[in-house]
Each structure stands twice: as C-alpha cells, then as structure tokens.
C-alpha cells in the first residue's frame, strides 16, 4: 500500500514472451514483449549503454515528431520513480529512464560505495509500464578522461542539503544537464522528496534558456508515511520502525499550522519536541522557507512555504518535507 497525494501507481503484472539477452555482457534478463492484464501492449524497453546509442534513437524520434519526457534516476528503483514514469507518459510520446549513481554528487566520505545497486532488478521494474529506453551509462561515458565543464547555482546551493553537503548540486546540476542535452527532452520529471534539487534545477534551465520543461511530482509514501527513497534499503528492520516518526512530526505540524497557529518558532519547537522522543534519530535540520525562493521565514508565515527536514538514522541520512499553503 503507497500514500500519495496524487495518484497511486502499482506495479502490473507482466506477461513474457520471446526470447532472453544479455545486458551489459553480464546481466541476463528478459527481452520480450509485456502485457499488463489491463490489455495495454508494450516492448521491453531499449538497452542504452553509450551516449551516440542515446543520441541515435533520439534522432529517429525526432524525425517522427514524437516528444520525450525524461525520467533521471540513481536506480534502486521504486514506487516513487514508477510515478514519475506515469506522469512521463502522460507528457511525452517517449520515455527515457536514465539510471547513473553519479560519483560528481558524492562528498569524499559520504555513501557513493554503499549506494544500493541492482540493474537487473531496476530494468525488470520497468518492463511492462510503457518505458521505451533505459540509458544507463558508465561514469567513463558520462566523464571523459579530460573532463573539466562544471555547471554550478550560485543562489540556493548552499543553504539547507548544500550546507553539509558541498559540491553536491554542482555535481547534480552537471550531470542533469548532460542528460537533458543527451535526450533532447522537452520534459524532464522530479520527485518533491528533494524538493531543493528541483528548484535548483528549475532555476538552471530558466537561468539558461534551455527548452526542456522541468515537473515536479508529489512525494510517494510508504504505508508507514515514509518517503520512499532509494536508501530506504540501506536503512535496518528497526530503523525503518523508527524513520516514520519524522513524517508523523511533520504532520503534526501541517495540523498545528492548519489550526491557525502560523508562528514558525512555535510550529519548530513542536515538531522538535515530538521528535525529541526518538533519540535514534539525529535532527540535522529544520527550517520554514518560501517556497517561490526558499528564503528563510521567520515570525508568522504569510505566503506558500516549505518545511525542510534533514535528520541521520544510523548511518543513512533521510530527508523529508512538507507544503504549508495558506
């Protein structure tokens, strides 16, 4: 079961066909034709290893006229990113899912080794739901032995994740920026779990005039009301019992503020003693901030705002938020 605010997005159940092949010179899967049990036919998506492979069936899309929407992943997939694919397909006639654990985005001693991992795994989660191409590149494809072309904001990078996390969005706003130029896409999807990731990103392609139309999706849930997050699989059978408290404190806080109570000392100091009780979790941060250009709020809140929320669980540091609108 999955809590979204928006809509709910299941895994279909497949019908295979056809014959297997071989991913990557190692990964065996199934290379086939899909039918979910709604009836609707699809193909097993596209391998793509290489930038001209990208570029190649891009091409012959274009000359269709057909629109592609991209879905820029780290793999570990799940139901979050399954939505995002829905959303892709409502947008475009095509849809790209990019997997890549980008090194660019890792600190020195943050989780870039332990970062889950399973091709096979995330390739077989989007058969069957209309994916036309999966482009999953080395690090040698998407970096160059004489790489030296950074793409860097110098407005919302160093506040909330880019305090402790320097060079982060650097990484982030370089490598979204090579995908979206690899695929050609006019649309390019994000989940609103990293809500700031978005909003840099968004501010990037204004700032640079690129076509590509970035959209953000609500954040999917867990029945527990846990963000889903790739690292969610790193978290231990107890972790994952306690890591729901930070949603119940963020909903705690929605009711507060939504009883007129609009003070952001008052709506903090809540959510802090609530989660006070569960000295596993590790509050790095909270903070009110406007949502148009997440400037810090302080006193009473007037305008559409964002509740940010960072906070360690053992060795696996979640992130979470919650939309405070008027």
Sequence with gaps: MLIN???????????????????????????STTYDFHGIYYMTPKSLMTVSECRELVESW????????????????????????KKAKELGDKVIVSIFVNPTQFGPSEDFARYPRNLAKDFSL?????????????????????????????????ILCGQSRPGHFRGV????????????????????????????????????????QVVACDIMRSDTGLALSSRNQLLSESELEIAPNIFFALSTLLQT?????????????GFKNQLAEFEAIKLE?????RERDLAEISGEIEEYAIVFV????????????????L
């Design 173 to 212: 706003c370089t490598v979204v920026i090579k995908l979206m130029n690899m695929t050609s896409a006019q649309y390019c999807l994000f989940g609103k779990k990293d809500y700031q990731q978005f909003k840099i990103i968004a501010n990037m392609v204004r700032d640079l005039n690129i076509k590509t």
């Design 310 to 325: 960072a906070a360690k669980l053992g060795a696996v540091r979640l992130i979470d938020n919650i939309e405070l609108r």
């Design 257 to 269: 503020f939504s009883n007129g109570c609009h003070l952001v000392e008052t709506l903090v100091d």
């Design 285 to 289: 941060y909270i903070e009110v901030r």
């Design 126 to 158: 989007l058969e069957g739901v209309g994916v036309d191409a999966v482009f999953s590149p080395t690090a040698n494809e998407m970096y160059g032995p004489d790489f030296q072309t950074w793409v860097s904001n110098d407005g919302i990078t160093d």
């Design 62 to 85: 274009r000359l269709e006229n057909l629109q592609v929407s991209l879905v820029p992943t780290m793999g570990a997939l799940h139901q979050g990113h399954l939505s995002l694919v």
């Design 5 to 31: 605010s928006a809509n709910y997005v299941k895994s279909y159940e497949s019908l295979y066909v056809v014959s297997s092949a071989s991913l990557c010179g190692n990964l065996s899967l199934m290379i």
